[in-house]
């Protein structure tokens, strides 16, 4: 048992340690807490009847809970106070109470979403693979060197791919409803990285500005707030109007965008999506709007449309963001390998054209 044990927590701890940013999870504890788990949630389950060789969780995810309660318990502490926590017999005996019956509930009693997808699927696995890939290129080139606008930018693309992994996960779930929801708010960014592209660093800088204006006016700096006053003038904003203010702290960066006539009335999405040369997507933009709104039409959406339509245009917002961040890379001196991502997106292509037709 003890050669099991030990070759579980190499397996594991690792892992954990660096998802919880370094955290130290002590080898000894989570071992006895391990030990004691798994005893415990065996016992629960003859209790209930219950077959445990039938209805077993894997040793590794009983770590994961572990170090999960263990971590919310103790991150305030210090170092010295941890310790003490783990040699308390108290708290080792609360640990174990409460975590066997989180996997007793949880693993036992838990009802899910019917999936079409789940994370074992080639059509998640590919879309991760490419994601993660995309994500590694931006990792391995943040350099504190860099020109603040081209981080501003990266830190978009960014956001854009965690999206489309959110995504994903959300499928992997049965929640494709939700996921088209988070799909509206990635073809909004990926209309604001375009537009970023296309103009100069002026147009990134007032972008960064009005990140500034987030803020409640009340709440900013003597010099920002007259820099929004002056901006809300300039724009005729009705400030007694919260859809006019609304609008002017989403899109007012817009303004920056040479040989435009910018007024009010042009602050807004639609707008944007023109500029970005997207406007061929806002009929699904519409649909997608629908599903962030609870009504009776959404309730009678079949699964595996919706199914189709997310992944769809995941698909194709995935293709416009990477052709435009491999060119963005480029222009600052990174050269991606153009083969790899090309077989990606063959390999993720040729598996929604076979697998959703199936489904259909």
């Known amino acids: 048992m003890e050669n099991i044990i030990g070759e579980i927590l190499d397996y594991s701890l690792p892992k954990l340690r660096a998802e919880y940013g370094g955290y130290t999870f002590p080898r000894s504890f989570v071992a006895d807490m391990l030990e004691r788990v798994l005893e415990r949630y065996r016992t629960r389950l003859l209790k209930n009847g219950i077959n445990p060789s039938l209805y077993g969780v894997p040793a590794p995810d009983v770590v994961k809970y572990i170090c999960g309660y263990h971590y919310a318990h103790t991150v305030h502490m210090s170092a010295e106070e941890r310790i003490a926590l783990t040699n308390n017999a108290q708290y080792r005996e609360t640990l174990v109470g409460s975590v066997t019956e989180s996997i007793f509930i949880l693993e036992n009693v838990k009802i899910s979403a019917v999936r079409i997808i789940n994370e074992y699927n080639p059509i998640y696995c590919r879309f991760n693979i490419l994601l993660d890939y995309m994500l590694n290129i931006g990792i391995k080139n ?40 988070v799909w509206r708010s990635l073809h909004e960014l990926e209309c604001v990285i375009a537009v970023l592209c296309k103009y100069d660093r002026s147009v990134v800088e007032e972008f960064e500005t009005f990140d500034r204006f987030s803020e409640k006016r009340d709440d900013m700096d003597e010099k920002t707030q007259a820099e929004y006053d002056e901006k809300i003038k300039k724009f005729g904003i009705n400030v007694k109007n919260n859809n006019e203010i609304d609008h002017f702290e989403n899109y007012g960066w817009l303004g920056a965008v040479p040989g435009l006539e910018m007024t009010k009335w042009n602050l807004n999405f639609r707008f944007l999506e023109d500029l970005a040369g997207l406007s061929e997507k806002y009929k699904e933009y519409q649909v997608a709007c629908d599903a962030s709104h609870m009504n009776a039409k959404i309730l009678k959406w079949n699964k595996q449309r919706v199914l189709d339509f997310v992944v769809k245009r995941c698909f194709n917002s995935n293709l416009f963001i990477i052709s435009n961040y491999t060119k963005f890379l480029e222009q600052n001196g990174v050269s991606p390998d153009h083969g790899i991502v090309s077989k990606m997106i063959g390999d993720l292509k040729y598996i929604i054209d076979v697998f959703l037709p199936a489904m259909g």
Do not use: N, Q, W, Y
Request: glycine share 4%.
């Open 142 to 181: 943040h350099k504190r060197d860099k020109d603040h606008t081209v981080m501003a930018v990266m830190k978009l693309f960014e956001s854009a791919f965690l999206k489309l992994k959110g995504i994903m996960m959300l499928i992997a779930r049965g929640l494709e409803k939700e996921a088209v929801v």
